[in-house]
């Protein structure tokens, strides 16, 4: 018998972009520059001085011209939540004036009111993996304190503007890969290699006490608002049952479950003060910080793409291509063209620590497959994708879901990645697609930005009006 699942009916289904993905328009509507319009490569590769024309994210793919057509083919597909993100630099171009640009928050105006004539609440991260670049040179990034009250001035003035249009906000993006990515998450333009701990951990304080800060003043100016952290899941197993992999392993969790905890419970965790004292990091507090840390989260939300495994034998050490946390490549799991390793199951897993750890709602805000799509002819004549293997991972995903749902995990909703292809993060490219919707531009930046409906468009679309009973186990 082919049981379906019960999501709630009040699930929220629909799909995630970031700003600096999308939009493009880097120099128009009074918008600054970011971090991502001096990051040509992607999270790999060398930052530039300037803005040069081998940067895909500069045009994106135009959302910020065709986001109409965009936000009407998400309508389309069913969709119930839209998360995107706001560019900070549109709304503060510098990032340290005192007024903000009229311009960059009328564009967010027009977008968020464009998805509720459909219906579709906006779900909006407030800092996605950009920051303006005059704060990375001028300030070195979150390194500074005094981004907490630059921050807290963005935030207010986004919270006032939308308090009656958006119900959802996130604080950062993935907020644990500044460990990685220290430019790219945290807007510190220290080279990584030349970045103290210390300097990276107190880096991490004032982001943890901005997020506070911003949940705070979101209840303040939008009560009947929810606010939540986001973070990069990465479940580990140990790989082999040697209690010294079981060790790492628990060390390792450690290192990505402090966001979260900081955030739910709103104090430092004793193995990160013992992490502190083995590696001479003290962090500075200033009066009140203590406090503010206690402004915790309504829900939890986290991307979730692969699972990785940890060892103590350095024999076994070997790096997992396109694994971007660490770790070594679990020997029972195929991976993606990029290498990341593909792992249903480890979505339930991780639905269900969360849950057992927080007791606090939780919401999947990415998943999706980066893979080649080809653009062909369909029998009805029109362009399309045939993405058989990007409905299969979806759906095995989503089967796991199910299964948490059954486990008694309290989930709000799901935002596949790339609802419509985007440049990548982590390379940069867009041959790496994760989208329902074919966007024509290609890595040599030919191609005419028109949109197609690829096969897994009309399968999320069904997947969605059956409240995810369509799903096939």
Not at 152 to 164: C, G, I, L, M, Q
Request: with cysteine; charged share 25%; glycine share 8%.
């Amino acid at each position: 018998m082919n049981q379906t699942y019960s999501f709630p009916e009040n699930f929220l289904w629909g799909g995630a972009i970031a700003a600096n993905q999308a939009e493009g328009a880097y120099n128009q509507g009074g918008k600054g520059l970011s971090t991502q319009d001096v990051a040509p490569k992607g999270v790999m590769g060398p930052i530039t001085d300037e803005p040069t024309a081998d940067n895909m994210k500069l045009i994106g793919i135009d959302l910020y011209h065709r986001y109409q057509e965009d936000v009407k083919l998400f309508a389309e597909m069913g969709f119930k939540v839209f998360r995107t993100s706001i560019a900070w630099s549109r709304i503060f171009p510098k990032g340290d004036e005192l007024e903000p640009n009229e311009e960059g928050l009328q564009f967010y105006d027009n977008l968020f009111d464009e998805c509720l004539k459909y219906g579709i609440e906006p779900l909006v991260t407030l800092s996605h993996y950009e920051t303006p670049l005059h704060l990375a040179k001028e300030y070195d990034g979150w390194v500074n304190r005094k981004m907490i009250a630059f921050y807290e001035r963005y935030a207010t003035t986004v919270f006032n503007r939308y308090k009656n249009k958006v119900k959802y906000w996130l604080t950062f993006n993935e907020i644990n890969s500044i460990l990685e990515f220290p430019f790219m998450s945290g807007g510190i333009y220290t080279p990584k290699d030349k970045l103290s701990k210390q300097d990276l951990y107190q880096a991490i304080h004032h982001e943890l006490v901005a997020s506070a800060s911003a949940v705070k003043l979101c209840h303040e100016i939008i009560p009947d608002a929810q606010i939540g952290c986001m973070i990069l899941s990465m479940p580990t197993y140990p790989l082999t049952p040697n209690p010294d992999d079981v060790i790492k392993v628990m060390e390792y969790e450690h290192s990505n479950y402090f966001f979260g905890d900081m955030h739910v419970r709103g104090r430092y965790p004793g193995y990160m003060k013992r992490y502190f004292r083995e590696n001479g990091i003290e962090i500075h507090m200033e009066e009140g910080d203590q406090e503010t840390l206690l402004n915790t989260v309504d829900f939890v939300s986290f991307s979730y793409y692969m699972s990785t495994c940890q060892t103590a034998d350095p024999a076994k050490q070997i790096a997992g291509e396109g694994n971007l946390m660490g770790g070594v490549p679990n020997p029972y799991l195929a991976a993606s063209e990029w290498g990341w390793q593909i792992d249903p199951q480890g979505l339930r897993y991780v639905l269900n620590m969360f849950y057992d750890r927080y007791q606090k709602p939780l919401f999947i805000v990415e998943n999706g497959l980066g893979a080649v799509d080809e653009l062909t002819t369909g029998a009805d004549g029109e362009k399309t994708v045939e993405d058989d293997y990007r409905i299969q991972y979806l759906n095995d995903h989503l089967v796991q879901v199910g299964e948490a749902l059954e486990d008694g995990v309290d989930i709000m909703g799901y935002t596949s990645w790339g609802c419509i292809d985007v440049v990548s993060a982590s390379s940069a490219q867009l041959k790496k697609r994760y989208g329902f919707i074919y966007v024509d531009r290609h890595d040599d930046g030919s191609g005419t930005l028109e949109r197609y409906r690829k096969k897994s468009f009309h399968w999320y679309k069904e997947i969605i009006a059956s409240n995810g009973k369509s799903l096939k186990r």
